[in-house]
């Protein structure tokens, strides 16, 4: 794949599992500086500190020492802020018996 099919992902279909998987590894393994909803017109903070992980066909938030959010790495879809320094993720939760959850997940910054 070239790289500029790679940088501006030309070509790819957002609706399959290669890429789904894809941007789930992205986040695999990022450190979270808090996570928030949008709840009746107020975007709440949810959890502070944790981190992202993906468990065998899964994709787990953890945040505040609790499991915020699991879904299907199938059913999962993940949007980049445009600062670069989080995400959105939506999806069914499966801790709530697959409601459709959106959350904002901010990032630790780690200069590197």
């Keep these: 794949m070239s790289i500029f099919k790679k940088i501006f992902r030309i070509g790819q ?5 290669a890429y789904k998987l894809d941007r ?7 450190a979270i500086k808090y996570v928030t909803e949008h709840i009746d017109g107020n975007e ?4 502070r500190g944790g981190s992202l992980a993906i468990h065998e066909d899964t994709f787990i938030v953890d945040s505040s020492g609790d499991r915020l ?11 980049w802020l445009m600062s ?5 993720i939506k ?10 959850r959106t959350i904002t997940v901010h990032f630790v ?3 590197k």
Excluded: M, T, W
Excluded at 24 to 30: F, I, N, R, S, W
Excluded at 84 to 88: P, W
């Design 109 to 111: 910054y780690y200069r």
């Design 91 to 100: 999806g069914p939760n499966l801790l709530e018996d697959g409601k459709i």
């Design 13 to 17: 279909n957002p609706d399959s599992y």
């Design 24 to 30: 789930a590894k992205e986040l695999h393994g990022q």
């Design 69 to 79: 959010f699991v879904c299907n790495i199938r059913e999962l879809e993940v949007s």
């Design 44 to 47: 709440d903070i949810i959890g």
């Design 84 to 88: 670069g320094n989080g995400a959105i």
